[in-house]
C-alpha cells in the first residue's frame, strides 16, 4: 500500500488551473478588445477615406467628360457650323469644366496633398481653352470659302452618289420582283456585294471628311484614302461582271441599265473624291486647322497632364492608408507575439506543474498498482500537494485495502469448499502429498478415507438443492467433529468427502470410520423434515495400499464402491475385492459403444440476459441414459472417457452436434450463441484447434457464436499451453469463460493474460445468496473484479427469484439456473424459442 504524508492543507490544483486559466483569459481579452478598437478606428479611417478618393475621382472625372464633350461638340461643329446646337454645347460644357475647376480648388485634399497650384493652373488653361474655341468658332462661321473640298463633294460627289444609289435600289427592286434570290442567287450576291460595299465607301468618305475636318491624322487620312481607292476598285469590279452578266441578257431590263448608270456615276463620284484628296493634300485648304493644331489641342493635352496629376492624390492617399494598415498589422503581430509568449510561458509553467503535481504521483502509483497486481510491496509515494492527488492517493489506498482483502477470500476459496468451508480437492492433495513425505520419513502410516452419502440424489430431487446444500454442510461438520485436530476434512465433491489420518493404523481408522458413522445416526432436520443419512467409506492405508497420493485416492475409492455396493458402511481396500473394475470395464464397454452409436444425447441450458430476461445463448450439457443403468451422471461417464481417452471424442462430438443445432436455430430466428466445456485433455489434444475450426467451417457457423468453457483447475494445470491455444482460437472470434470461477486457483497474473471473455461464478456460491453474507461479499467482488478487466459474468446456479434480483442489482450480466430453466432437450428448447 502506499503511506500518505501528513499535509496540514493542500491546495486544489483545480482552483489554481481556474485562476491562472482565468488570468491568462482576461490578460488575451484586454488584448483582442484593444486591437478590435484600433482596427475599427483604422477600418473608419479607411472608409471614410475611400469615400474622399471616389469624391475626388468623380470630380476630376466630370471636368474630364465636360472637356471630351466640348471637344466631340467642337468637331461636330466644325463638320455642321449651321447647326447651333453644337456651338451652345460647347460653351455649356466648357462653363461646366470652369465651374468644376473653381470648386476643384477648394477641395480638402487638394489642400491637404499641396496641388492647390495645379488646379489653379488648371483653371487658367480651361479659360485660355474657352477663348480660342470661341476664336475659331468666329472664324468657322465668317468665312464662306473655307471648305473646297465640300464644294466638290456637294456638286460633283453628292450628285452622282444620289445616282448611285438610286440605280442600286431600282436594281434590287426588278431582282426582288423577278425572284432572282432563287433564280440566280450568284448575281444576286453580287448585287449585294456591290451594294455593301458602295455603302462601306459612303460611311467610310464621311468619317475622312470628318477626319480631316477635326482631329486629322496624316496617318489615319492616308489609311483612308486607301481603304476607299480599295474597295472603289472592287466595286468596279462587282459592276463589270454584273455588266456582262447584262450583256448575256441574264438581267432584265431595268437592272442591265441601272448598272450602266451604277458605272457611271460611281465612276463620276471616284472622280470628285479624287479632286478632294488633291485639296486635303494641300497646306491651306482651312483656316481653322492652324488653330487647331497649334492652340487648341496642346491646350487640351495640358489640361489632361494636369487632371492626370491630380488624380495622384489619389495614389497617395491609397498609399497612406496601406502604410496605416501595414502598421497596424506590425503592432497586431507583435501583440500576437506577446500572446504567443505568455500562451507558451503558461504552458510550460502547466506541464511542469502537471508533472509535479499530478503525472509523477500518477507514476508512482502506476507502479504501485503493478506491484500490487504481483503481489508485491509498493512502494510509497513522495509528499502530496494537490488535493486532487491525495484524494488519488486515498482512493488507491482504499482499493488496495479491499483487493488484499477480497484476494485473502478469493485465495482462502482457491482452497476450501465454498459450502462447507472445508478443505476443497486441491488443499487435500497438498497435505496428503504433505503427510506421505513425514510419514516415508518417519516410518509412520497414515489413512485416507474416502466418504460417499448414500442416495444423497434422492434428497436433492425431493427437497431441492437447497435442502441438499444444508444437509452436505451438516454432514461436514459432524465429520469435523469426531476428527482430532492434526487430521484433515475435505468436501472433494457433489456428496463426497475425503478424510486423511496422519500417525494412523488400520484399527484406528476404523474407529474412526464407526465414530462418524455413529455421528450420522441422528437423524438431520431440514426446513422441518427429518432427513435421516448413511453414507459408505472406503480406507487406503500408507503404504500398504498405495505409497502415492493418487493411488491412495483410487484405492480408497475402490474400497468406498465396495462398501457401498455391499451395504458395510465402511470396507479396507483388498486387491481381491478389486472385481468392482469387472463392472467399470463393463460400463467402459458401453460406454465405447454409446459413443460408436450416437446413443448420447445433448441437454440445453437457457443462459439469460440478466436485465432483459431474454435467452441469448445456452450451455450444450451431455447425457447418456444406459440401457440397464438408466441415468448415468455426467461426473460418471466423463470420468471413463478420461480414464479410458474417449474425453476428446465426446468433447468433439458435443461441440459439433451443438454447432449444428444452434446452427438450424439460428436461421429459423434465433440468435443464439452456444456454449460447450472442454477439459484438460483438449489443450493436450495437437488436433484440438483444427477440430475447432473444422466444426466451425463444417456448419458455416460464426465463431463469435462459440463459447468455450474451461474450469480453473484445467486451465492452471499448463498455463503457458493454454495461452498459447486460447490464443489463437481467441484471434477466430471465439469466445472464452473461466467455468465455477472461485472454485480452484488461479492465478490472477496468468488470469489478466489469458483471452477470457467470461467469468462463470459456481453455482456454489450463488445458491443461497441472499442468506450468506459471505457468499454474497464474494459474488460482488467477482462481478466487480471481472467487470475491471473488461469481463462479463455468467451466474450458475440461479434457484430463486430473490437471488435472481441481486443478481440484477449487482449488475451480473448473465444467469442460468433450475429458477430460469432446467437443462431440456432440443426439442423442448426449440418451443421454448418460439413461446418468446
Known amino acids: 500500500m502506499i503511506n500518505k504524508s501528513p499535509s496540514p492543507k493542500l491546495h486544489s490544483l483545480r482552483s489554481r488551473a481556474i485562476f491562472f486559466s482565468a488570468a491568462i483569459s482576461l490578460l488575451i481579452v484586454v488584448i483582442s478588445i484593444s486591437g478590435y478598437l484600433n482596427f475599427k478606428?483604422?477600418?473608419?479611417?479607411?472608409?471614410?477615406?475611400?469615400?474622399?478618393?471616389?469624391?475626388?475621382?468623380?470630380?476630376?472625372?466630370?471636368i474630364r467628360n465636360e472637356l471630351f464633350d466640348s471637344y466631340k461638340e467642337l468637331n461636330s461643329f466644325l463638320l455642321e457650323p449651321q447647326d447651333t446646337k453644337h456651338k451652345n454645347n460647347i460653351l455649356i460644357s466648357l462653363d461646366e469644366t470652369l465651374r468644376l475647376s473653381d470648386k476643384l480648388s477648394k477641395n480638402e485634399w487638394v489642400i491637404k496633398y499641396k496641388r492647390?497650384?495645379?488646379?489653379?493652373?488648371?483653371?487658367?488653361?480651361?479659360?485660355?481653352?474657352?477663348?480660342k474655341i470661341i476664336e475659331l468658332i468666329k472664324i468657322r462661321l465668317n468665312v464662306n470659302n473655307q471648305y473646297p473640298s465640300l464644294a466638290v463633294g456637294a456638286?460633283?460627289?453628292?450628285?452622282?452618289?444620289?445616282?448611285?444609289?438610286?440605280?442600286?435600289?431600282?436594281?434590287?427592286?426588278?431582282?426582288?420582283?423577278?425572284?432572282?434570290?432563287?433564280?440566280?442567287?450568284?448575281?444576286?450576291?453580287?448585287f449585294i456585294r456591290a451594294r455593301y460595299l458602295w455603302t462601306q465607301i459612303l460611311s467610310v468618305s464621311r468619317i475622312y471628311l470628318a477626319n480631316r475636318v477635326g482631329s486629322f491624322s496624316v496617318k489615319l487620312l492616308t489609311r483612308q484614302e486607301k481603304s476607299i481607292e480599295d474597295m472603289f476598285n472592287q466595286l468596279q469590279s462587282k459592276l463589270l461582271i454584273l455588266k456582262k452578266s447584262g450583256d448575256a441578257a441574264e438581267l432584265g431590263f431595268e437592272?442591265?441599265?441601272?448598272?450602266?448608270?451604277?458605272?457611271?456615276?460611281?465612276?463620276?463620284?471616284?472622280?470628285?473624291?479624287?479632286?478632294?484628296?488633291?485639296?486635303?493634300?494641300?497646306?491651306?485648304?482651312?483656316?481653322?486647322?492652324?488653330?487647331?493644331?497649334?492652340?487648341?489641342?496642346?491646350?487640351?493635352?495640358?489640361?489632361?497632364?494636369?487632371?492626370?496629376?491630380?488624380?495622384?492624390?489619389?495614389?497617395?492617399?491609397?498609399?497612406?492608408?496601406?502604410?496605416?494598415?501595414?502598421?497596424?498589422?506590425?503592432s497586431q503581430n507583435r501583440i500576437l507575439w506577446l500572446i504567443a509568449i505568455i500562451g507558451i510561458i503558461f504552458t510550460t509553467v502547466v506541464v511542469m506543474s502537471l508533472d509535479k503535481l499530478i503525472f509523477q504521483p500518477i507514476a508512482i502509483i502506476s507502479k504501485a498498482l503493478k506491484f500490487e497486481a504481483l503481489g508485491k510491496t509498493s512502494e510509497n509515494l513522495p509528499v502530496v500537494k494537490s488535493k486532487e492527488t491525495e484524494d488519488l492517493v486515498n482512493a488507491f489506498n482504499e482499493m488496495s485495502r479491499q483487493v488484499h482483502q477480497r484476494q485473502t477470500e478469493l485465495e482462502y476459496r482457491a482452497l476450501h469448499d465454498s459450502l462447507t468451508s472445508l478443505p476443497n480437492r486441491t488443499l487435500l492433495l497438498d497435505r496428503i502429498e504433505h503427510d506421505i513425505n513425514i510419514s516415508k520419513r518417519e516410518?509412520?502410516?497414515?489413512?485416507?478415507?474416502?466418504?460417499?452419502?448414500?442416495?444423497?440424489?434422492?434428497?436433492?430431487?425431493?427437497?431441492?438443492?437447497?435442502?441438499?446444500?444444508?444437509?452436505?454442510?451438516?454432514?461436514?461438520?459432524?465429520?469435523?467433529?469426531?476428527?482430532?485436530?492434526?487430521?484433515?476434512?475435505?468436501?472433494?465433491?457433489?456428496?463426497?468427502?475425503?478424510?486423511?489420518?496422519?500417525?494412523?493404523?488400520?484399527?484406528?481408522?476404523?474407529?474412526?470410520?464407526?465414530?462418524?458413522?455413529?455421528?450420522?445416526?441422528?437423524?438431520?432436520?431440514?426446513?422441518?423434515?427429518?432427513?435421516?443419512?448413511?453414507?459408505?467409506?472406503g480406507i487406503a492405508m500408507f503404504p500398504?495400499?498405495?505409497?502415492?497420493?493418487?493411488?491412495?485416492?483410487r484405492h480408497a475409492d475402490i474400497a468406498m464402491y465396495v462398501a457401498k455396493r455391499n451395504k458395510l458402511g465402511f470396507e479396507i481396500y483388498n486387491a481381491s475385492d478389486d472385481e468392482h473394475s469387472i463392472s467399470r470395464l463393463s460400463m467402459t464397454r458401453d460406454f465405447r459403444d454409446a459413443m460408436a452409436k450416437n446413443k448420447l444425447t445433448i441437454d440445453y441450458q437457457p443462459i439469460f440476459d440478466?436485465?432483459?430476461?431474454?435467452?441469448?445463448?445456452?450451455?450444450?450439457?451431455?447425457?447418456?441414459?444406459?440401457?440397464?443403468?438408466?441415468?448415468?451422471?455426467?461426473?460418471?461417464?466423463?470420468?471413463?472417457?478420461?480414464?479410458?481417452?474417449?474425453?476428446?471424442?465426446?468433447?468433439?462430438w458435443v461441440l459439433n452436434k451443438s454447432i449444428s443445432?444452434?446452427?438450424?436455430?439460428?436461421?429459423?430466428?434465433?440468435?443464439?450463441?452456444?456454449?460447450?466445456?472442454?477439459?484438460?485433455?483438449?489443450?493436450?489434444?495437437?488436433?484440438?484447434?483444427?477440430?475447432?475450426?473444422?466444426?466451425?467451417?463444417?456448419?458455416?457457423?460464426?465463431?463469435?457464436n462459440l463459447k468455450l468453457e474451461i474450469t480453473e483447475s484445467a486451465m492452471m494445470e499448463n498455463p503457458k499451453k493454454a495461452v498459447e491455444v486460447l490464443t489463437e482460437l481467441h484471434d477466430m472470434g471465439i469466445k472464452f469463460a473461466i467455468d465455477d470461477f472461485g472454485t480452484g486457483y488461479s492465478s490472477m497474473a496468468y488470469l489478466k493474460q489469458l483471452p477470457v471473455d467470461e467469468l462463470k461464478v459456481d453455482k456454489s456460491f450463488v445458491i443461497g445468496l441472499d442468506q450468506d453474507k459471505s457468499n454474497d461479499a464474494i459474488v460482488r467482488s467477482t462481478i466487480d473484479l471481472a467487470h475491471n478487466l473488461g469481463l462479463k459474468v455468467v451466474a450458475e446456479g440461479i434457484e430463486t427469484e430473490v437471488v435472481n434480483d441481486l443478481l440484477r442489482k449487482y449488475e451480473c450480466d448473465m444467469a442460468q439456473g433450475f429458477h430460469l430453466s432446467h437443462p431440456v432437450s432440443a426439442d423442448k428448447l426449440a418451443e421454448l424459442l418460439k413461446s418468446e
Open 443 to 537: 516410518s509412520q502410516k497414515l489413512c485416507l478415507l474416502i466418504l460417499d452419502l448414500d442416495d444423497f440424489k434422492e434428497v436433492n430431487d425431493t427437497l431441492g438443492h437447497l435442502a441438499g446444500d444444508k444437509l452436505l454442510v451438516e454432514v461436514g461438520s459432524r465429520i469435523k467433529y469426531t476428527l482430532r485436530d492434526v487430521d484433515t476434512v475435505a468436501r472433494i465433491g457433489g456428496d463426497e468427502f475425503s478424510i486423511l489420518l496422519p500417525h494412523t493404523d488400520e484399527t484406528q481408522a476404523i474407529v474412526t470410520c464407526e465414530k462418524i458413522i455413529a455421528s450420522f445416526s441422528k437423524n438431520i432436520e431440514i426446513e422441518g423434515i427429518d432427513v435421516s443419512i448413511s453414507a459408505s467409506i
Open 41 to 62: 478606428e483604422l477600418h473608419n479611417s479607411s472608409a471614410e477615406n475611400l469615400i474622399k478618393r471616389d469624391q475626388l475621382l468623380v470630380h476630376i472625372s466630370l
Open 544 to 553: 500398504d495400499h498405495g505409497e502415492d497420493v493418487h493411488t491412495l485416492l
Open 116 to 131: 492647390k497650384d495645379i488646379s489653379v493652373k488648371l483653371n487658367k488653361n480651361l479659360r485660355l481653352l474657352k477663348t
Open 661 to 704: 443445432q444452434v446452427s438450424e436455430w439460428n436461421k429459423s430466428g434465433a440468435s443464439l450463441s452456444v456454449a460447450v466445456n472442454l477439459s484438460v485433455f483438449s489443450f493436450k489434444d495437437p488436433d484440438f484447434i483444427n477440430e475447432v475450426k473444422a466444426a466451425l467451417k463444417k456448419y458455416n457457423f460464426p465463431p463469435e
Open 255 to 330: 437592272t442591265t441599265s441601272a448598272v450602266e448608270d451604277m458605272i457611271e456615276s460611281s465612276t463620276a463620284w471616284f472622280g470628285g473624291f479624287k479632286k478632294v484628296k488633291v485639296i486635303n493634300h494641300s497646306d491651306e485648304w482651312r483656316q481653322d486647322v492652324k488653330i487647331m493644331k497649334q492652340t487648341i489641342s496642346p491646350a487640351i493635352d495640358l489640361i489632361i497632364e494636369l487632371l492626370l496629376d491630380l488624380e495622384k492624390i489619389i495614389s497617395e492617399s491609397s498609399q497612406d492608408d496601406m502604410d496605416s494598415a501595414a502598421s497596424f498589422g506590425d
Open 610 to 652: 440478466v436485465k432483459s430476461k431474454k435467452m441469448t445463448a445456452v450451455e450444450a450439457l451431455s447425457r447418456w441414459y444406459h440401457p440397464e443403468h438408466g441415468f448415468v451422471s455426467p461426473e460418471k461417464f466423463i470420468s471413463l472417457a478420461e480414464q479410458t481417452g474417449l474425453i476428446n471424442d465426446l468433447t468433439y
Open 155 to 190: 456638286f460633283i460627289m453628292q450628285p452622282n452618289s444620289d445616282q448611285m444609289t438610286s440605280s442600286l435600289s431600282l436594281a434590287m427592286n426588278e431582282m426582288d420582283a423577278e425572284n432572282t434570290q432563287i433564280k440566280d442567287p450568284k448575281i444576286f450576291r453580287d
